[in-house]
């Protein structure tokens, strides 16, 4: 099994910066990608950004292109989405999520989730 582990959601004040971390542990896996998708009550969670193993490919919802960046740290196992120039409809639950094939498309065919962390943002 996976375990993916969100932190550093929080209250922020529109335009400003938030980091979120995901912790992973449990099984490895020979290719896999990392992807971040969040959600807000009464609708569907949606795709924000992903990243391949070894870093070299992502990808971004139009809604986030240019004020967020993901990246990684092998070493420590360790996914982060670096949150710029918030806005209020970036409020949402965000959850980390793992691929274990880097075939197909980097928006669906995640089989392991964390829990999830909150980012509120204040107008």
């Known amino acids: 099994q996976v375990q993916l582990v969100e932190s550093g959601g929080g209250l922020v004040q529109a335009g400003g910066s938030l980091r979120l971390s995901c912790a992973a542990s449990?099984?490895?896996?020979?290719?896999?990608?990392m992807g971040w998708f969040r959600q807000t009550p009464g609708k569907e969670r949606e795709f924000v950004a992903s990243i391949r193993m070894d870093g070299r490919i992502t990808y971004f919802a139009d809604s986030v292109k240019g004020r967020f960046t993901i990246s990684r740290d092998n070493d420590k196992n360790m996914v982060y989405l670096q949150m710029n120039s918030l806005k209020p409809e970036d409020t949402a639950v965000y959850y980390c999520?793992?691929?274990?094939?880097?075939?197909?498309?980097?928006?669906?065919?995640?089989?392991?989730w964390g829990q999830g962390t909150q980012v509120t943002v204040s107008s």
């Open positions: 999520a793992l691929k274990p094939i880097i075939t197909g498309d980097p928006f669906t065919g995640y089989d392991y």
């Open positions: 449990g099984r490895t896996f020979n290719s896999y990608r």
